[in-house]
């Protein structure tokens, strides 16, 4: 009777110190980096969404080796993706990287994302389930 609560208090600290990475990349491999990279995203706003998947695929694809990319990424919050992401780009601007020629700045470039992403929303229009759910009176 005695082992019950030492067993519970055991189970409850583990899954207290499992929820505490909840915010961070999991870097263990690619498939769950790329999931905790989805989870995270779906918890920000929309506009450090884009920041944060644009930063993410910067680091992505400035790093082509998958353990050294695991490795830079594991254990990273967004914020600090992001950070990392903007100092990529300013690498890469400085060394004349073509895909950064049409952008004077990080934002800039931030923006413009954005911006694709609301004509991208603008133009799929409503869903079926939108439709659906609209009530029209024909007069």
């Given at each position: 009777?005695?082992?019950?609560?030492?067993?519970?208090?055991?189970?409850?600290?583990?899954?207290?110190?499992?929820?505490?990475?909840?915010?961070?990349?999991?870097?263990?491999?690619?498939?769950?980096?790329?999931?905790?990279?989805?989870?995270?995203?779906?918890?920000?706003?929309?506009?450090?969404?884009?920041?944060f998947e644009v930063s993410f695929w910067?680091?992505?694809?400035?790093?082509?080796?998958?353990?050294?990319?695991?490795?830079?990424?594991?254990?990273?919050?967004?914020?600090?993706?992001?950070?990392?992401?903007?100092?990529?780009?300013?690498?890469?601007?400085?060394?004349?990287?073509?895909?950064?020629?049409?952008?004077?700045?990080?934002?800039?470039?931030?923006?413009?994302?954005?911006?694709?992403?609301?004509?991208?929303?603008?133009?799929?229009?409503?869903?079926?389930?939108?439709?659906?759910?609209?009530v029209l009176y024909k007069l």
């Amino acid at each position: 009777m005695k082992k019950l609560p030492a067993l519970l208090l055991i189970l409850s600290c583990a899954s207290l110190i499992a929820c505490g990475k909840g915010e961070e990349i999991n870097g263990h491999n690619t498939k769950t980096a790329y999931r905790s990279v989805k989870a995270l995203k779906n918890r920000l706003s929309t506009d450090a969404r884009i920041e944060f998947e644009v930063s993410f695929w910067t680091i992505r694809d400035a790093k082509k080796d998958d353990k050294e990319f695991l490795s830079i990424v594991d254990g990273k919050k967004p914020n600090e993706i992001i950070a990392l992401g903007k100092e990529i780009y300013q690498q890469r601007k400085q060394e004349g990287y073509k895909g950064y020629e049409g952008y004077s700045s990080w934002e800039e470039m931030i923006n413009k994302f954005g911006k694709e992403r609301m004509d991208q929303d603008n133009r799929k229009g409503k869903s079926k389930e939108d439709k659906e759910n609209d009530v029209l009176y024909k007069l």
